[in-house]
């Protein structure tokens, strides 16, 4: 979702005027949530339930008229049982959501609005960064607000740069230094051509560990504005997508992904000296012991570009205690529990004075995420997301990324018309 | 269509048969009978008839869990039919269940026949096959996991010392399969050598004996007098056999990282997609009662070949 500042800023525009005629016909009394008790559902390992919950304790200290039980999911029964809650008039009052996943519950109509809430109390969105909240701004309201952001960029080895005596990576670095040097940091020690060290790793199974990032470089974007088309057939997308093949199939400076798919990250593993990847493996990297270092990501032929996907926070519609949720939700968002997420160094705060303030000598490189939001694309989302990206993905994975049984090229234009198939239908409903 | 495995009905199939020969069983066995399978005839009537028969209804709509359901009649099974990743996932599951029944059923039944002599320590043997049985399939995921990883995997370590190449077990197309075979083949030993031996341990000892005094070699006592009396324990957990790897999802669903590819993409992975992650409830509903047929069909021929093989003491 390639926008200029001048969009984003005109839609914004247009909710705030929707958002204030609606709050003018819907007149919301200001009373405080009284004896409340709410439902506040997450995905995530248990450093992160713990974290979550400190700030759960945190809420309640200040709100004792409101009670948070806070539930916790892997990934996939997280969807499982919130699918199968908002079915059955059993869904959490508050729960996480995932950016790229958001249109397709909003559009189902399940999740509340929180616009009439945000103009009764006067909360300033200004204070969060401004795509995390724009993510979840639609044409008639605000259902959601960002809880922390995720950004991409690149991780670095320090102590394979020094072993190679190679200066550390930084914003001057392109495309081409990425593939110089990461030929030179790629160590087959004993000749077998199965290298011991990587110059580089990421996950290709999902845009947002690098190839969508990798597509905005090279100018290119991956669906339209109005999501009715994938743009992912422009000569632009094309060699952006190619960028990724050539690390791994031409230039041979990255395993190809089967080879660590079970075994996960070897960047975590130090068996690479470089990784694109998330701001969320932060605490991860450093419990491996890795001597890490963080930078931009290099350069593209378009410029610079990275992509920023906002975990949001949504009312379910069906919640009997909406003010209470509001407040939790407004609780999370807001400086001191913004303070207090970053703790893990998992999350990027989405609040701008925490941002700007405690986050950015939170610990060495975060800075560079922090930077890195000037410059950043929201991942896309869209109903249908999963379906698109399955399909997708099913095609690159084992035609491009696995095997270079095609090129991009080819790859794109085979699996172009199904996934416009997709859009059009989710479109249709 | 839950069938319940356990060791306890295989008995019943295997020896209640040889005392009800000629009549059925007794009335009063009657009765018992009807209240030993009380307990799970009320639990399917109560918790499973109605959901299935909703699915039936579901199945006739287009729902997305989330918004009212909309009426299309059959158009989920047209829209089926012409969805190749349908087609995909139905011919997986057809390579899965034509390779992993007859394997699982030989194995067991060589393992059966080598764990049914009065040895000491028998018992933690026969105990040692059965436990891949009662372990997560998650866990037994992460051990095969490991044993298939491309990089320091025990299997490519231990082919590597015959000189065979490393291989991709799980990712690489040709294998995705077999390997998933390999692993739920393992996985469900333990029920089938369980009846199998149960089945061996009700054959008169007589019938030997008798052999023996003909003359009889093992080949000849085996094809002769085991196989022939065991077919009961054969047909039963052939049908268990049959029903569970049309079902297949777990072994799919740990051992594909992140995802199934169209190498090992199966019937239940795709309607569980369908279902919760493609918001097509109606689609994935259909494709449960495709499934469904499919295999009120194979049980209905398979039951009608059973007066040809099986025979009851």
Known sequence: ?429 | MTVTRSPAVADAAAGTRARSRGGGPLASERKWAWLFLAPTLIGLAVLSAGPIMATLGISLTQWDLLTPATWVGVGNFGDLLANDRFWTALRNTAYYTIVSVPLGMVLALAIALGLDKAIRGIAWIRTMYFLPLVTSSVAVGLVWLWIYAPQGGLLNEVLWWFGIPPQRWVSDPFWAMPAIIAMSVWQGLGVNIIIFLAGLQSIPREYYDAADVDGAGRWSRLRRITLPLLTPSIFFTGILSLIGSLQVFDQVYVLSRPRPTEANLTLVYFIYEEGFRFFRMGSASAAAWILFLIAAALTIVYFRSQRRWVHYQ
């Open chain 1, 1 to 429: 979702m390639r926008q200029s500042p001048g969009a984003r800023r005109a839609r914004t525009a247009t909710a705030v005027v929707l958002g204030t005629a609606l709050a003018g016909s819907l007149a919301i009394a200001p009373v405080a949530a009284q004896g409340a008790e709410i439902e506040y559902a997450i995905w995530g390992d248990p450093a992160e339930l713990t974290n979550q919950i400190a700030l759960v304790d945190a809420f309640m200290a200040k709100h004792s008229d409101i009670k948070v039980n806070v539930s916790v999911s892997d990934w996939d029964a997280y969807w499982d049982k919130l699918q199968t809650g908002l079915a059955g008039g059993a869904a959490p009052d508050v729960f996480a959501m995932d950016g790229p996943l958001f249109p397709d519950y909003q559009s189902r109509d399940v999740l509340l609005d929180l616009q009439p809430y945000i103009e009764r109390d006067s909360f300033d969105l200004t204070a969060l960064a401004d795509a995390g909240v724009q993510h979840f701004t639609t044409a008639d309201g605000q259902y959601g607000l960002p809880r922390d952001l995720n950004v991409v960029a690149l991780y670095y080895n320090k102590a394979m740069f020094d072993a190679a005596g190679i200066p550390y990576p930084d914003d001057t670095w392109d495309w081409a230094k990425l593939v110089e040097v990461g030929k030179q940091l790629t160590i087959d020690q004993d000749g077998d051509g199965l290298p011991e060290q990587w110059g580089f790793y990421t996950e290709t199974t999902d845009m947002e560990n690098y190839w969508s990032s990798l597509v905005w470089q090279a100018g290119g974007d991956i669906v339209s504005e109005d999501r009715t088309q994938t743009l992912l057939g422009s000569d632009q997308a094309v060699l952006g997508l190619q960028q990724l093949q050539d690390l791994i199939h031409t230039h041979k400076i990255m395993p190809t992904p089967d080879l660590f798919v079970e075994t996960g990250d070897a960047f975590e593993q130090g068996m690479a000296a470089m990784e694109s990847n998330g701001s969320w493996l932060v605490p991860t990297h450093l419990a491996a012991g890795i001597d890490l270092g963080i930078a931009h990501l290099p350069a593209g032929p378009a410029g610079k570009a990275t992509s920023i996907n906002p975990t949001g926070l949504v009312v379910a519609k069906s919640t009997k205690a909406p003010d209470a949720a509001w407040e939790f939700v407004k609780y999370i968002v807001g400086p001191e529990a913004q303070t207090q997420l970053m703790q893990l160094k998992a999350a990027v705060p989405v609040d701008k004075s925490v941002l700007a303030g405690a986050y950015s000598t939170a610990f060495p490189g975060s800075d560079v995420f922090a930077s890195s939001i000037d410059f950043a694309h929201l991942k896309p989302s869209f109903r249908g997301y999963t379906e698109w990206t399955t399909r997708l993905q099913e095609e690159l994975d084992a035609n491009m990324f696995n095997a270079p049984n095609k090129t991009a090229r080819e790859a794109i234009d085979s699996v172009l018309p199904e996934l416009d198939a997709i859009l059009a239908q989710n479109a249709a409903q």
